[in-house]
T-cell receptor, first 116, second 108 residues
Framework: EAGVAQSPRYKIIEKRQSVAFWCNPI?????LYWYQQILGQGPKLLIQ????????DSQLPKDRFSAERLKGVDSTLKIQPAKLEDSAVYLC??????????????FGEGSRLTVL | QKEVEQDPGPLSVPEGAIVSLNCTYS??????FMWYRQYSRKGPELLMY????GNKEDGRFTAQVDKSSKYISLFIRDSQPSDSTTYLC????????FGKGTRLHILP
């Protein structure tokens, strides 16, 4: 079974530029998550999709971050304009169950962003 | 107080020792408790998953939850150098909250 695919793996941009990350979840997984992991910290949830609807985006900085999941499969996370503090690994995860007690999230390898 | 507290380490122990990793939390609504393992430049992967209080054992790994103390533990018996990596605790009510992770080094 193919895992969660993410691209690009690495991206270096100047502050105020824009960047987009792409995620393809495990086939059949209805729930998709984007997490931000800053060096030395645990993953922080940015947004959760159930099929193509948003379940939780309470921690997404909506003035600069946006995400969409068209047709309930692939997802894109965009940052515009980027700030220095956005330097982090952006992890995509999927699950075949949403909500309480999902427990097992399947993570991709992440997209590492450096903002200069 | 943060919702989930985890000592980042690093924690260094000799091969074969019993390892104890711990987290505390403040939200009494948490019902599901998890331990993830994260290797360098990889995403986290689920190691153990426990509902409510009690113990769960899987091979060399034991997860323990004490809801009265808001304290969870992961024990690794007969630790191996291959166990060296970062361990993240996580817990959920309606969303999953991760700890910072503890870096573990098993010394040959």
């Amino acid at each position: 079974e193919a895992g969660v695919a993410q691209s690009p793996r690495y991206k270096i941009i100047e502050k105020r530029q824009s960047v987009a990350f792409w995620c393809n979840p495990i086939s059949g997984h209805a729930t998709l998550y984007w997490y931000q992991q800053i060096l030395g910290q645990g993953p922080k949830l940015l947004i959760q999709f159930q099929n193509n609807g948003v379940v939780d985006d309470s921690q997404l900085p909506k003035d600069r971050f946006s995400a969409e999941r068209l047709k309930g499969v692939d997802s894109t996370l965009k940052i515009q304009p980027a700030k220095l503090e956005d330097s982090a690994v952006y992890l995509c995860a999927s699950s075949d169950r949403g909500g309480v007690g999902t427990g097992e999230l399947f993570f991709g390898e992440g997209s590492r962003l450096t903002v200069l | 107080q943060k919702e989930v507290e985890q000592d980042p380490g690093p924690l260094s122990v000799p091969e074969g020792a019993i390892v104890s990793l711990n987290c505390t939390y403040s939200n009494s609504a948490f019902q599901y408790f998890m331990w993830y393992r994260q290797y360098s430049r990889k995403g986290p992967e689920l190691l153990m998953y426990t509902y409510s209080s009690g113990n769960k054992e899987d091979g060399r790994f034991t997860a323990q939850v004490d809801k009265s103390s808001k304290y969870i533990s992961l024990f690794i018996r007969d630790s191996q150098p291959s166990d060296s990596t970062t361990y993240l605790c996580a817990m959920s009510d309606d969303k999953i909250i991760f700890g910072k992770g503890t870096r573990l080094h098993i010394l040959p």
